[in-house]
């Protein structure tokens, strides 16, 4: 080899549209993964700052997948609820509220998702217009979500002081707005 020559020429351009499309699907793996694990991460964290389960888990979580769902799309918020369900899961959550859970979350998120977009919400915040819309979709979104976790808890748990009393759930549904909207 001589280490004076000129580099290959590229391929044509349908040559050169596959290496484009491969990058573009590492591209968004590695996304898919880098949410993923921003969703687990936040569920950790949510849970160790906040020992209020399930509620400090679900706090940051649901702000990673409302931020993804703002940014990215609705596909890689869907998948920081994976990571959301995983750290339910490995912190002795019972499968089935597990699910349940995340499901709801993942609702909640969805329409605020709805809700910002139809009415030309920018996730860069430049506005105190769009600031006031994030606070007001993630309030509104966690109330259906308090209020079927709580049912779930009291469902699937026999160990639900934490959801039992009105008290609980007001602080749970104040937890979960405050965490996502932060953490979105």
Do not use: C, K
């Amino acid at each position: 080899m001589n280490p004076n020559a000129a580099p290959p020429e590229p391929p044509s351009g349908l040559a050169r549209r596959p290496a484009r499309q491969g990058r573009a699907v590492t591209d968004h793996a590695t996304l898919a993964t880098a949410v993923a694990l921003g969703g687990l991460l936040a569920a950790y964290a949510g849970a160790i700052a906040l020992p209020l389960p399930p509620w400090g888990a679900l706090a940051l979580s649901g702000g990673v997948a409302l931020g993804a769902m703002l940014r990215f799309g609705t596909g890689p918020g869907f998948v920081a609820h994976l990571g959301t369900l995983l750290a339910l899961l490995t912190l002795s959550m019972p499968p089935g509220l597990a699910l349940v859970v995340v499901a709801a979350q993942a609702a909640g998120s969805m329409a605020a998702q709805r809700l910002l977009r139809g009415i030309g919400f920018d996730a860069r915040l430049d506005r105190a217009r769009d600031t006031g819309w994030l606070v007001l979709a993630t309030v509104a979104a966690a109330a259906p979500v308090t209020a079927l976790t709580a049912a779930s808890a009291l469902r699937w748990t026999s160990a639900a002081a934490q959801v039992d009393a009105p008290g609980a759930v007001i602080g749970g549904w104040a937890a979960l707005a405050l965490g996502t909207t932060l953490a979105a």
